[in-house]
């Protein structure tokens, strides 16, 4: 007896040996990075629906019983998702992208209720981006501002701009480059508060705007692609009202394509940028965590000089053209990237402050050249080369704060 049970002890061992082995085995396939060149691959061929924006497609919706946790990499990226990070290599990378899944995931499961009836409408819990509507304004290129560039102590170059503030990591490249050009951007954000600047009035002044994004190009050339969410005051009347959405935007082949669901004031965004070759279609993927819902679009080339993928950008920008000036900052007082990295062609991975790519620092200045006022700002924290990695924060300061920017 005491034989048999050490046989059915010693069978019921070695069969959870093998569960486990298969378990692991199945965990690092599934965790296997798909290389640039792959995802290219997978997005070109994966099922779209068109835009009510020429040129622009968004990635069809997981079939029923799709779970985003357990589906491989080659899958994700097929409805546009974005990949699993490597929890072993990147713990942080991984919690976030699990969280961003797992509100998918909820949201699927709903939906598919819906469908059988047990709950409200699919429309009611749609968990896929509907459309876009183009706007008038525009995000641009880095426009330099008044004051030099200068070097840090830290090896960092501190630069102004007049629309951007943030963090560029960037190379020397001129034209696409298969290995070393940056190919992917994912970060995840805080949707701000939109607002007029403290000391102004509404009634009387207006309208001011905020947006913020992650991208690839734009610090040194003509081309920029980007995802990222808008905080908007217009200013019309004391009462004035505001709106947030999330949206994307290839410049200057497309103005900003805001996208139609709803994304509100303290929602978390998480947006992965892509990079392709040149005059290629780009691809980028934007989350609202917070409503649980996300989508991948595919934007097809209409003008510019094409990319480069010569810097990975963290920024909070003011768009362009109100009179043809920049429109005031929005007072946004404070806002934060958690976490963000960037990947080249050869899958190199870069965070922030990685000395392994050079790091700009950009402070945005008021139009007025005489005052070199700054009005929004960066800081960062963490060890050398991994400055930025865990936190970006941004402040307004100034007259975007306070009041009294012209125009």
């Known amino acids: 007896?005491?034989?048999?049970?050490?046989?059915?002890?010693?069978?019921?061992?070695?069969?959870?040996?093998?569960?486990?082995?298969?378990?692991?085995?199945?965990?690092?396939?599934?965790?296997?990075?798909?290389?640039?060149?792959?995802?290219?691959?997978?997005?070109?061929?994966?099922?779209?629906?068109?835009?009510?924006?020429?040129?622009?497609?968004?990635?069809?919706?997981?079939?029923?019983?799709?779970?985003?946790?357990?589906?491989?990499?080659?899958?994700?990226?097929?409805?546009?998702?974005?990949?699993?990070?490597?929890?072993?290599?990147?713990?942080?990378?991984?919690?976030?992208?699990?969280?961003?899944?797992?509100?998918?995931?909820?949201?699927?499961?709903?939906?598919?209720?819906?469908?059988?009836?047990?709950?409200?409408?699919?429309?009611a819990q749609s968990c896929r981006a509907t459309d876009l509507t183009a706007l008038a304004a525009s995000n641009s290129p880095m426009v330099p501002g008044h004051k030099p560039v200068t070097a840090n102590a830290d090896g960092t170059t501190q630069a102004g701009s007049l629309n951007w503030s943030g963090i560029a990591n960037t190379n020397k490249l001129t034209k696409w480059n298969n290995n070393t050009s940056f190919t992917e951007v994912a970060s995840v954000w805080n949707l701000p508060v939109p607002n007029h600047a403290f000391g102004d009035l509404p009634c009387s002044e207006g309208p001011w705007w905020e947006v913020s994004w992650n991208g690839i190009d734009g610090f040194s050339n003509g081309d920029v692609v980007q995802g990222g969410s808008s905080s908007y005051w217009d200013g019309g009347g004391c009462k004035g009202s505001v709106s947030t959405y999330a949206w994307v935007e290839w410049a200057p082949s497309y103005p900003i394509l805001q996208i139609n669901n709803t994304a509100n004031a303290g929602d978390d965004i998480y947006v992965v940028t892509y990079g392709t070759a040149g005059t290629a279609e780009q691809y980028v993927f934007v989350e609202d965590v917070t409503q649980q819902w996300s989508g991948t679009f595919g934007l097809t080339y209409q003008s510019g000089p094409g990319l480069v993928g010569s810097s990975a950008e963290y920024i909070v920008e003011r768009p362009c053209c109100t009179n043809g000036n920049y429109y005031p900052l929005g007072n946004y007082v404070y806002e934060f990237f958690d976490y963000s990295f960037a990947y080249d062609g050869k899958g190199t991975l870069f965070y922030p402050g990685s000395t392994s790519a050079a790091t700009n620092i950009i402070t945005m200045e008021a139009d007025e050249a005489a005052s070199y006022q700054d009005i929004s700002y960066p800081y960062w924290y963490g060890t050398a080369g991994n400055q930025g990695r865990y936190s970006i924060w941004f402040a307004d300061e100034g007259c975007a704060y306070s009041g009294g920017c012209a125009p």
């Not at 296997?32 to 835009?51: G, H, L, N, Y």
């Open 1 to 123: 007896m005491q034989t048999h049970n050490w046989r059915f002890v010693n069978r019921a061992i070695a069969v959870a040996t093998v569960t486990v082995l298969v378990a692991s085995f199945t965990t690092l396939a599934v965790a296997q990075r798909e290389d640039a060149d792959t995802v290219r691959s997978i997005f070109a061929s994966a099922q779209r629906v068109p835009t009510s924006v020429k040129g622009v497609t968004i990635f069809a919706a997981p079939p029923q019983g799709f779970d985003p946790l357990t589906a491989t990499n080659r899958e994700l990226l097929s409805y546009g998702l974005p990949q699993r990070p490597d929890q072993k290599v990147d713990a942080k990378a991984f919690d976030h992208w699990a969280r961003g899944m797992a509100a998918l995931q909820s949201c699927y499961t709903r939906s598919q209720q819906a469908v059988t009836g047990r709950t409200t409408s699919p429309e």
